[in-house]
Structures are given as C-alpha cells and as structure tokens.
C-alpha cells in the first residue's frame, strides 16, 4: 500500500516565504480556461514527469496573467510525425474540442515542435475557428491570429524547422545503424529470430550509456529450437514445398516460433505453424551468421485519409521489403550460423509453385468480389488450366492434415460468371451496364456499386446491400409465351405444346 508523502518542515516554510505575483485571473469566469497539450517521442529514454512538467512550465509562463490550465493532454511514445487523430490523447483532444460543454476555452502548449510537425497546424486550423478555441503559442508570444500574414508565414516557418529536424535525426540515426551492422556486426535490437536467443555481449562501447548500466546483447543459437531450423533448410534443399515442411511441423507437435517464446508474441496465437512463418525462416539471411540489417522500411501511404470533416491528413505507415542490393550486411561473421551461406543461396533458388509457361502475369479480373455461399468466405484467386477462376477450401489450409470430413472444395471459373452476368437479363433491369461485352467494365460497374458475387455448388447470386439477383445458369431461355407453330402437314388438331427451358 502507497501512501500521499507528507510535506516536509522546510516545503511548508519555503513556500511561505515565497512572494507570489499576483495575477489579473483568479477562477475560471474571470479568465481563459486553457487545455495544455504535451509529447514525448520516446518511453524507454524520456521521463515522462520531468518531460511534462518543462512542457507545462513554458505553457504556464505564457497564460500567466490571461487564465489557467485546466485540463491536461499528454501522448507518451509518439512521433510528431502521427497526424493528431492517430495519437491517443491528441484525438481525446479534438474530441472536446467539439464538444459544447468542452470545459476550456484555448489551447496551449509549451513547444511548436513537441505539438505539430510539417503541416499539421494548419490542417487543425479550420477545426479550431469553426469551434470557436484559440490556440496559444511561445513562439507567437500568445494567442496565434490565423489573418496575420506575419504570423502565418512564421508558422510555416516553424512547420519547415520540424519537418527539417525530424529528417536529420533520421539522416544521422540511419548512418550510424548501418556503420554498426556492417562494421561491427552488433545486434541492433528487436526479438531474435526463430532458432536464437539474446545473451550478454560486454558493456555498452559508450562510456556514459556503460555507466548507465546499457549492455549490448548478441545471438546465440537455442539448444531447444535451433535443430528445426536446420531441418527445415534441409528439407526445403530436397525440394520439399513449404506447405508441406509446415504441415509435417505441425503434424510432429513442434511449437510454432510464437508458442515457443509467447512472452515476446504475446500479438499471435501461437497455436500452429503458418505458410508465411516458415517461409519468413527460409527467407532470413541472419541465420548464415551475418548480421544483416535494412530489410524492411517504414512508407507512409501515398493515399492521404481525412478526418470525418476533411480536414486533418491521416498518413498511414506502411512496413515494407527492401530489394537485397540495399540490405547492409556484417562484413564479419557476428554470431554462429545455422546453415552455411551456400545453403541459404541454394534453398532462395527453389521454387515449388506453378508458374505460367508464357511467363505472362496473371490477371483476376473478379479478384475479392467472390464469396463462397458454403462458408462465407471470399473465394482464392486460382489459375488452372491455364484460366483464371476462384476456389475456396472452407478454412482448410496446406499445413494441416485432414483429420474429419470437409466440405467439398468449390471451384468456380471466372470465364463462367462472366457469362452469366452478360446474359441475366433479370439482373440488367436494375444494372444495364453489365451486359457490356467488355469484362472490365463489368468488372469496374460492380466495384463501384458494392456488388459481391455469392456462389455456392447450385446457386449463384449477385448481392446488393437492398437486393439479391440469382443468376440464371448461362443459356437459359424465359420463353413463357413462346408458341411451337403448328406442323405443316395439315395436323390441325394438335394442341399447341407448354414451352420447356433449356439448361446448358
């Protein structure tokens, strides 16, 4: 149990010695009520209270005379470069903002670049004059005046500067990241692969982070998990598919990398071995005993997403693979390896899956639009003789053995949907645009419209969110009034035949 420190003799006789400045403002009616927002990039090397409190005392010193705080916002971990929606106490922010009864009448912060980066300031600006809530500034010395051109070009300015501030640490954090990989091998962080553990490599090469107590770590192989991964190179080597490594994997009870360490993927189920987690371990160069570093890069997405009233940009941050050439690779070899490096080289030039004999790419026009009628799932893409079509195996995946009764695998062509779609005239009542005989354009009216196509073994439908169409089979013929002429040989009397369907 804690207990709220007493305030010691010596507090109680400072603070009454100390001669405050009287201020204009003393409650809230009589002044501005301000909301101070904060950040601090980092968890593991800021302090959250001391970073706060410097932020808070710049805000405090500037509303001196004019208000008081009093509510706080402050996002702990987060890049300014998070558009102010994405950052938790920033979007609690502009959700009082909107707010009639929001409790604060301004603002403010103790730093432009602990606030806003590029930008942002200005896409928040129509949000705060539309809700009436100004915003106080060091830099502007008050309240920032969105008419004064001085002022807008100074915040432009300040938006450049952080912008600029941000791309050099970058720069420079970058340089010295790839100097440490290929120079000295050291390991840079983040969970060890599959196959190794972290164990002590000396004290910090720094003297002041070594004082700190900062160690570097290096890998090790796992007496527990790295024979798997050696028998998976090896297989892979036979020329064994990846589906079926994994099932064999899983088939044998062999911990999957999240259930054999779930302390450091608590995000994953750890219950069984994946494609994609096998193929991760056969595509990882770290396991010839180099250090390789610059796999992967964070993008932000090209594709600007706006707030509900369009006005704030929302990047979204992509992780992406880099191509070999721009990996950085240890000179040296930094830790044991597991398979030798023409191992890893000849196990990359396999490949197990069909590829075309034109060596054309292949084109799903109808790709995401098909969902199985059986289990609700939307169908695989699926080349097979040498058509494109759409298959769905009911959750029933390569890394596991059959071991009950499944549903029969569905298979449709697209060729065949297509056809259906041209031909129904039911369906061009409400949708005349997909009798063109053009496929993508088909392809396209359905798109835009939210149309999905639903197939079962029997039936399929085109679905709207008001509507359901079921597709004729192709060929069929409503001949409802259709009439069989009478014969010419003078058969007067015979009566006139009940028109029959034709189902190809």
């Not at 910090?204 to 770590?217: Q, Y």
């Not at 099932?247 to 994609?276: E, K, V, Y």
């Not at 490949?351 to 084109?363: C, Q, S």
């Amino acid at each position: 149990m804690t207990t709220t420190p007493e305030v010691g003799t010596l507090s109680s006789w400072a603070t009454g010695q100390r001669k405050l400045r009287p201020r204009r403002f003393t409650t809230a009616k009589d002044g501005l009520r301000f909301a101070f927002y904060g950040r601090m990039s980092t968890v593991d090397f800021q302090d959250r209270a001391s970073s706060c409190r410097w932020q808070r005392d710049y805000a405090e010193d500037l509303v001196a005379g004019h208000g008081r705080i009093v509510v706080e916002f402050f996002d702990e971990g987060i890049s300014r470069r998070v558009a102010w929606p994405d950052r938790p106490q920033a979007a609690r922010l502009l959700a009082a903002v909107a707010e009639p009864a929001r409790g604060f009448d301004a603002i403010v912060v103790g730093e432009y670049e602990r606030a806003f980066h590029g930008q942002q300031l200005e896409q928040l600006a129509p949000t705060l004059l539309r809700h009436g809530v100004q915003l106080w500034l060091p830099e502007t010395f008050g309240p920032v005046d969105f008419d004064n051109p001085r002022q807008l070009a100074l915040l432009d300015l300040l938006g450049v500067h952080s912008q600029r501030e941000v791309s050099r640490a970058r720069h420079r954090t970058t340089a010295a990241m790839r100097a440490q990989a290929e120079l000295q091998g050291r390991h840079l962080g983040g969970r060890p692969p599959y196959g190794y553990r972290l164990v002590d490599a000396g004290p910090h090469p720094n003297r002041a982070h070594a004082a700190w107590g900062r160690r570097l770590h290096r890998l090790e192989p796992d007496p527990a998990t790295a024979p798997h991964v050696r028998w998976i190179f090896a297989q892979r080597l036979t020329g064994r598919s990846v589906a079926s490594i994994a099932r064999a994997l899983n088939d044998t009870g062999i911990p999957c990398p999240s259930g054999a360490d779930p302390a450091r993927n608590p995000h994953r189920s750890g219950q069984r071995w994946m494609l994609t987690t096998v193929a991760a371990i056969l595509a990882n160069p770290r396991y010839t005993g180099r250090q390789v570093w610059n796999r992967q890069r964070n993008d932000h997405d090209d594709h600007d997403d706006l707030t509900p009233d369009g006005t704030i940009a929302r990047h979204r941050e992509i992780q992406r693979w880099n191509a070999a050439p721009q990996w950085v690779i240890s000179r040296q070899i930094a830790h044991p390896p597991l398979i030798t490096e023409e191992q890893f080289v000849a196990a990359q030039a396999i490949h197990t899956a069909p590829t075309p004999t034109d060596g054309a790419p292949r084109h799903y026009l109808l790709a995401g639009l098909v969902c199985c009628g059986v289990c609700g799932r939307i169908m695989d893409s699926h080349w097979v003789h040498g058509r494109p079509g759409y298959r769905c195996r009911h959750g029933h995946t390569s890394t596991r053995t059959k071991t009950s009764p499944q549903p029969k695998i569905l298979y449709i062509r697209e060729d065949h949907l297509l056809d259906r779609i041209r031909h129904d005239r039911g369906l061009h009542r409400h949708h005349p645009a997909l009798r063109s005989p053009d496929p993508e354009k088909v392809t396209a009216h359905l798109r835009t419209h939210n149309l999905i196509i639903v197939c079962d073994h029997h039936i399929w439908t085109i679905e709207a969110e008001t509507a359901v169409n079921t597709l004729n089979p192709a060929g069929s013929v409503l001949a409802a009034t259709a009439k069989i002429p009478a014969q010419r040989d003078g058969d007067h009397a015979k009566h006139e035949e009940s028109p029959r369907f034709v189902w190809k």
